[in-house]
């Protein structure tokens, strides 16, 4: 397959490696975006894993509460410039408030839900479809969740592309504190029992991979190799650390940095039973054009024509 500078550099803004090692990596792995993340985190350990939450599509986060239930949604974009639009922020609004109010089943189900705005309606469908002929933008509601159990809700937004609902029991304030912890910090799970299997089994595997390279270079370079026993614990002590840097409760508090999240809702005599994390476009990969490529075939098609 050839990699494209494009390729390149779309790995080299996620993670911040150099450019040759990206190129070499994307080799390596055939194109592959995500295989080529895994490679670079191997060979050059967490400077690969700094920038991996860049986010590039466009849209909106937002929350509502109501009578101790809370939505939280994201609705999508295709640029920037819409997402400082007043028709737009309306739909995302009226959104948020009917999830509430209606309880959709799904995301299908958002479209049938009552509003009018800006002449369009009855139906927020029909409102998003209008939208879309006014500003010469497709728009769509990406994902929501609605939080009706019970439990007290703090919620946390930083500017509109990063939002957080927080279920609690206790004080308000440090669930907000929480939230706005959540927000920064990035969390995967409550405590390191909770993350995903699949990411700790990711971790293990990349820590493997890592002892794996180091040996391969000692023996190289005529250096002892480090027994089985000690590359295991080696492993081991690499996969505890990152449960306890992704898991909320085992996180250094963004507001005192000498207590964890845990020993700070305990002197609050707070209970934090779950959070949802909402970063606009988190997980969709935007186009990137190869516009080297792309005015190398026009020039070409030209040529030909001509």
């Not at 985190?41 to 350990?45: E, I, N, S, T």
């Not at 927080?166 to 910090?185: I, L, N, S």
């Given at each position: 397959m050839i990699i494209t500078a494009s390729m390149v550099a779309e790995l080299r803004a996620k993670t911040d490696a150099p450019m040759m090692e990206c190129k070499k990596a994307l080799t390596e792995a055939d194109g592959n975006m995500e295989k080529a993340e895994e490679i670079l985190?191997?060979?050059?350990?967490n400077k690969?894993?700094?920038?991996?939450?860049?986010?590039?599509?466009?849209?909106?986060?937002?929350?509502?509460?109501?009578?101790?239930?809370?939505?939280?949604?994201?609705?999508?974009?295709?640029?920037?410039?819409?997402?400082?639009?007043?028709?737009?922020?309306g739909l995302v609004k009226a959104v948020a408030e009917g999830i509430v109010k209606h309880n959709p089943a799904d995301v299908e189900a958002i479209g049938a839900m009552p509003f009018a705005m800006d002449g369009f309606g009855p139906?927020?469908?029909?409102?998003?479809?209008?939208?879309?002929?006014?500003?010469?933008?497709?728009?769509?509601?990406?994902?929501?969740?609605?939080?009706?159990?019970?439990?007290?809700?703090?919620?946390?937004?930083?500017?509109?592309r990063i939002g957080v609902v927080?279920?609690?029991?206790?004080?308000?304030?440090?669930?907000?504190?929480?939230?706005?912890?959540?927000?920064?910090?990035k969390p995967v799970a409550l405590s390191s029992a909770d993350v995903p299997a699949e990411l700790v089994a990711r971790e293990r595997s990349v820590a493997a991979a890592k002892a794996a390279e180091d040996a391969a270079v000692a023996t190289a370079a005529g250096?002892?190799?480090?027994?089985?026993?000690?590359?295991?614990?080696?492993?081991?002590?690499?996969?505890?650390?990152?449960?306890?840097?992704?898991?909320?409760?085992?996180?250094?508090?963004?507001?005192n940095d000498k207590l964890t999240v845990e020993q700070m809702l305990k002197a609050a005599s707070t209970t934090v039973k779950s959070f949802?994390?909402?970063v606009v476009?988190?997980?969709?990969?935007?186009?990137?054009?190869?516009?080297?490529?792309?005015?190398?075939?026009?020039?070409?098609?030209?040529?030909?024509?001509?």
């Open positions: 985190r191997v060979k050059l350990g690969a894993g700094k920038a991996a939450s860049r986010i590039t599509a466009e849209g909106v986060v937002a929350t509502y509460t109501e009578g101790g239930i809370g939505a939280l949604v994201e609705v999508n974009c295709e640029t920037d410039f819409v997402t400082k639009n007043d028709s737009f922020l139906t927020i469908e029909d409102v998003r479809k209008g939208l879309i002929g006014k500003i010469g933008e497709n728009m769509s509601v990406r994902r929501f969740k609605r939080f009706d159990a019970g439990n007290q809700l703090a919620s946390y937004l930083h500017g509109t927080v279920e609690f029991e206790g004080d308000e304030t440090a669930a907000k504190d929480v939230a706005m912890h959540v927000a920064a910090m250096k002892p190799v480090q027994s089985a026993e000690i590359v295991a614990k080696r492993i081991e002590g690499g996969v505890q650390k990152y449960l306890k840097e992704v898991s909320l409760f085992n996180q250094a508090f963004v507001k949802t994390l909402y476009g988190e997980g969709i990969e935007k186009k990137v054009d190869d516009f080297a490529a792309e005015v190398a075939a026009q020039v070409a098609a030209a040529q030909q024509a001509s």
